[in-house]
Each structure stands twice: as structure tokens, then as C-alpha cells.
């Protein structure tokens, strides 16, 4: 597979939303009262953000989206020891207000100026490009053989405006030169669009992946992507839009002697999940029924994606009692990752917490991620199920899994520090 170039903004974002529904999502509405919403959310956003810190002209210079989430925190962990002054570029439509994010980012260890890329300027002389492209847009859509829902559609909108505000906002406020830009998260048409122009002002752009990969979803154009496993360098080099990809080899571990119980690390319960979008807590229910079959009277944790604190109350009650009814403890807040290695059987789902229990020494089993592309870092895991049975056959294989074997193929990678993306 070859993905759709980074600069064919519709041909990708299509088909990143194509992915993201999954294979049974059914199609949506149409392009232009999408258009209109995604002109809504734009215009609401470029008139009321408040302006941001002025960009001083940095050697090194972050670009976040403005929040404590996955796709940052190992950006903002790496800038809080090792460059807290460094300016933030802020990406995407605001989600906190300007004193909050500022208290969250300082919280977390960061000084520096935080940075709005875009301004009513800049708004403003981007409105001829973004007729244009919301023209390709709907090209795009009728010519396609699936459409996004329309809250999807109009999505991409917003990202195609903002993205053109930015490339406005960029031309006359980024000094022009060689600095390193580090995003924590990009491949969609706004953060394209903000990288395209800071190149053109001489700077590297790096992305800095914050999890593995199912391929197109992250799939962009900076210069340098740093992955977190050899695997995935490898693929999305195959699959066409960085100049260049790395990931900068770990040490493989002792392979874990293990212990007693089972371990359930999960992430069906999340927004971003398209089987959770349309059936619920149905995937998450199935696993932990299917865990507690095949486990017994063994010791159950569950470890579910930290999302789930911040979902309605209802929701979180309902999983949390029907894992309470199965015999299911949960994992301890606050407890190291490492604490993988003392259960016999760890189970993941198709999530990068897989390969980090790898990195500690532990072989998962992967449950389900029957849809996952062959070439997927995450599908060289060796052990698979989809049900109680599955799950005794592969435990029953855990003890002469070649661990070696499956740690040169997955290729994991160290984090990098900021040294290294300035190397």
C-alpha cells in the first residue's frame, strides 16, 4: 500500500477518516452543510481566540496541540528536562482558555511562550485559498466511494481552513532560517498545512510519533518522523511522506520469568474507537467475559486506557461493575508499567501499551485486531485470540513464545530526548 501524499490534503484526510470508521461504517451526509459547519467552527475560532505570545526566533521551537493527552506528554516531558523555555506552537481549534492551558503547561514543567498560529490577518488572506480548497473538497467527496459522517466531514472542514489560516499566519510571523519545529502530533490537513509553510521558512519539522502505528493514521510530510519501534520506521517509509524515518533501537530486556494471574490492558473503552463510537462498552465487555472464562479462579486486573475517568459517570459505573462482577481488581493508580512482569498472562488489545509491556520483557497476547494490516508492528505479536478459547491455546504457547524473535522483528525504540531530534 502506498498512502495518499501528505500535500493531496483531500485524497488523505479521506482516507484517514476511511480507517478510523472502520470497515462497516456506514456513509454519510453531504459535503456542503458539513462545509457550513466546519465555516462556523473556523469563524468562531479565528474571531474569538484570544491572541497568543509573540514567536521569538528560536533555534527550537515545539508545536502541540493545547493539552495534557498522549499526544504530547512525551513532548512536553522531554521540553520540561531538557528546554522549558522553548516557544509552543498551539495546534488545532483551543480547547482550554489561555490562563488554563497556560497553569496545565506550567504545571507540567513549561516556561516558554505559547504561540496562536493563526490571527484575523492572516484569516482574513487566506479566504480565496480556502474557497478553493473547500471546492476540491467537494470533488473529492462526490468522486468518493464512501463519505465521512458529517460531523467527520466537517472536521476536515475546520482542519483545511485552519491550516490555510495558518500557512498565512506562518508566512509573516515565523523569521525565516534553520530551527528544528518537534511536533508531538500531525498528518492532518491543518498541521500539513502549518509544516508545509514553516519549511518553507527554512525550518526541519520532526514528528515525534507518540504511539504505533495502523498505518495511515499516521502518515504526514515532515522531514524526520522518530516511531517508537524499528517496525514502523520501516513501513512508513514504504508508505511514502516523510523524507526520512527512525527509530532509534532499545536494548532488548530479559524476557519476563512471570508469575500468577492475568493482566487485561485495554483501550476499547475510547472516543477514538470506532467500534466504542457505535456499539459501546460491547468490545470491552466481550474481552473481559472472554478473560474471566479463561482465567478461572486465577487473579484478574484490569488496566483500562485512562480515558475512561474523564467518560459520563454511567458509563464508567456500568463497565466498572460488570468488571467487578467477573472477578476483575483494577490496576492501582499510579503503579509502574513494570508490575506487567509478575502476572503469567498479560493480554493487550491492538494499542501501543502492548509494545510497552514488550519493552519490559513481557510477551502479550493481542486480543482481537483481526482488521490490523499484516505489516503493522503490533501484528508481528505472534500470539493472538478473539475469545475464552483462543485465549487457553495461546497461554497454553506462552512458555515456548521465541521472545528474541519477536523483539527483532518489532524493532522497539528508546525515547529520544531533545538532543537527539537536533542531531
Known amino acids: 500500500m502506498i498512502a495518499p501524499a501528505p500535500d493531496d490534503l483531500w485524497a488523505l484526510e479521506l482516507a ?81 482558555g489561555r490562563a488554563a492551558l497556560r497553569r496545565a503547561l506550567s504545571d507540567a514543567g513549561l516556561s516558554g511562550p505559547l504561540v496562536r498560529p493563526f490571527d484575523l490577518p492572516g484569516a482574513l488572506a487566506a479566504l480565496p485559498a480556502i474557497v478553493r480548497r473547500l471546492g476540491q473538497g467537494a470533488r473529492a467527496v462526490a468522486a468518493a466511494d464512501w463519505r465521512p459522517a458529517t460531523r467527520d466531514l466537517a472536521a476536515i472542514c475546520f482542519r483545511v481552513m485552519l491550516g490555510e489560516t495558518h500557512a498565512r499566519w506562518a508566512a509573516a510571523h515565523i523569521p525565516a532560517g534553520p530551527r528544528t519545529v518537534v511536533f508531538g502530533h500531525t498528518g ?15 525550518a526541519r519539522t520532526v514528528h515525534w510519533v507518540h504511539g504505533v502505528s495502523l498505518g495511515l493514521n499516521f502518515v504526514g510530510g515532515s522531514n524526520l518522523a522518530v516511531f517508537q519501534c524499528g517496525a514502523d520506521a520501516r513501513w512508513h517509509q514504504a508508505l511514502g511522506g516523510y523524507d ?66 474523564s467518560l ?46 514488550l ?42 513464545a521465541d521472545f528474541h524473535a519477536v523483539w527483532s522483528a518489532i524493532a522497539p525504540g528508546r525515547e529520544p530526548t531533545l538532543a537527539d531530534l537536533l542531531a
Do not use: C
Open 359 to 400: 519493552k519490559l520483557g513481557v510477551l502479550p497476547i493481542l486480543y482481537g485486531g483481526a482488521d490490523l494490516d499484516p505489516a503493522s508492528a503490533i501484528a508481528q505479536l505472534p500470539l493472538k485470540a478473539d475469545s475464552a478459547a483462543t485465549l487457553i491455546e495461546a497461554a497454553g504457547r506462552l512458555p515456548a
Open 312 to 357: 459520563e459517570a454511567d458509563i464508567r459505573a456500568a463497565i466498572e461493575s460488570r468488571a467487578a462482577t467477573l472477578g476483575f481488581t483494577r490496576w492501582r493508580e499510579g503503579d509502574d508499567l513494570a508490575r506487567a512482569r509478575d502476572f503469567a498472562v498479560v493480554v493487550s488489545t491492538p494499542s501501543t501499551v502492548a509494545l510497552d509491556v
Open 244 to 309: 526520512r524515518t527512525i527509530s532509534l533501537p532499545a536494548d532488548a530486556p530479559e524476557p519476563a520469568a512471570g508469575g500468577d494471574g492475568w493482566l487485561v490492558l485495554s483501550n476499547l473503552v475510547h472516543p477514538m474507537n470506532a467500534d466504542y463510537r457505535r456499539h459501546g462498552l460491547a468490545g470491552e465487555i466481550a474481552l473481559l467475559e472472554a478473560v474471566a472464562a479463561a482465567a478461572g479462579d486465577a487473579r484478574k486486573v484490569w488496566k483500562p486506557h485512562p480515558i475512561l475517568a
Open 16 to 96: 484517514k477518516a476511511r480507517q478510523a470508521a472502520g470497515p462497516d461504517a456506514p456513509a454519510g451526509g453531504g459535503f456542503w452543510p458539513a462545509a457550513l459547519i466546519g465555516l462556523a467552527a473556523w469563524l468562531r475560532t479565528v474571531l474569538t481566540t484570544p491572541a497568543g505570545d509573540p514567536l521569538p526566533d528560536a533555534p527550537l521551537v515545539a508545536a502541540l496541540h493545547g493539552e495534557i493527552a498522549n499526544r504530547t506528554r512525551h513532548v512536553i516531558t522531554a521540553l520540561a528536562a531538557e528546554a522549558p523555555d522553548t516557544p509552543v506552537l498551539l495546534l488545532g481549534r483551543p480547547q482550554l
Open 188 to 202: 492532518v490537513a491543518d498541521s500539513n498545512l502549518l509544516e508545509r509553510a514553516v519549511q518553507a521558512r527554512g
